[in-house]
Antibody, heavy 117, light 107 residues
Framework: EVQLVESGGGLVQPGGSLRLSCAAS????????MNWVRQAPGKGLEWVSY????????YYADSVKGRFTISRDNAKNSLYLQMNSLRAEDTAVYYC??????????WGQGTLVTVSS | DIQLTQSPSFLSASVGDRVTITCRAS??????LAWYQQKPGKAPKLLIY???TLQSGVPSRFSGSGSGTEFTLTISSLQPEDFATYYC?????????FGQGTRLEIK
């Protein structure tokens, strides 16, 4: 079955940086668009960013635009999220999710990012 | 940006009950709507896409309907494993947005 495994979360100080990774397996990664979605503690789901299968088209939520950068390495079957200038409100579990166009059909287990001094 | 409003935000029901959750979009999104189920500490799970198409492996007691701005998720006969939080999501445009969630609890 499709597998998505996030890593790279942790505790970081406000203003700091972190790079999340999502390792994809058991499907042809290059054929799929991908997303990052986050969920603050006790809150709902918030879409963060999208990247097309080739990496040529990218979108961001306004809340992270200019601070976060999504990228992918199709040779390594991996998705990334570079997060800079982190704020307390970025504290959340970050999920990578496969995009089927009409839905996000597979999600990773999530990685927790905590921004605190 | 398209806003999605779910109602109710909280629902208390019993095993065997029929429940309906509504999702209203701030502008028309055709049938570009998906529903997800999330249990505590777990990733969301896709239930329905294109407003009414059941994802493979999802029990037939789940159904979705609607188009344009009003959508519903119905569970025909609640089972113990259905008590969770449910989210709608629009895939008509970016930013992709989610509803605020409906928490379904056992009465």
């Amino acid at each position: 079955e499709v597998q998505l495994v996030e890593s790279g979360g942790g505790l970081v100080q406000p203003g700091g940086s972190l790079r999340l990774s999502c390792a994809a397996s058991r499907f042809t990664f290059i054929n799929y668009e991908m997303n990052w979605v986050r969920q603050a503690p006790g809150k709902g789901l918030e879409w963060v960013s999208y990247i097309s299968s080739s990496g040529s088209t990218i979108y961001y939520a306004d809340s992270v635009k200019g601070r976060f950068t999504i990228s992918r390495d199709n040779a390594k079957n991996s998705l990334y999220l570079q997060m800079n200038s982190l704020r307390a409100e970025d504290t959340a579990v970050y999920y990578c999710a496969r995009d089927k166009g009409l839905d996000f059909d597979y999600w990773g287990q999530g990685t927790l990012v905590t921004v605190s001094s | 940006d398209i806003q999605l409003t779910q109602s109710p935000s909280f629902l208390s029901a019993s095993v065997g009950d029929r429940v309906t959750i509504t999702c209203r979009a701030s502008q028309g999104i055709s049938s570009y709507l998906a529903w997800y189920q999330q249990k505590p500490g777990k990733a969301p799970k896709l239930l329905i896409y294109a407003a009414s198409t059941l994802q493979s492996g999802v029990p037939s007691r789940f159904s979705g309907s609607g188009s344009g701005t009003e959508f519903t998720l119905t569970i025909s006969s609640l089972q113990p494993e259905d008590f969770a939080t449910y989210y709608c999501q629009q895939l008509n445009s970016y930013p992709r947005t989610f509803g605020q969630g409906t928490r379904l609890e056992i009465k």
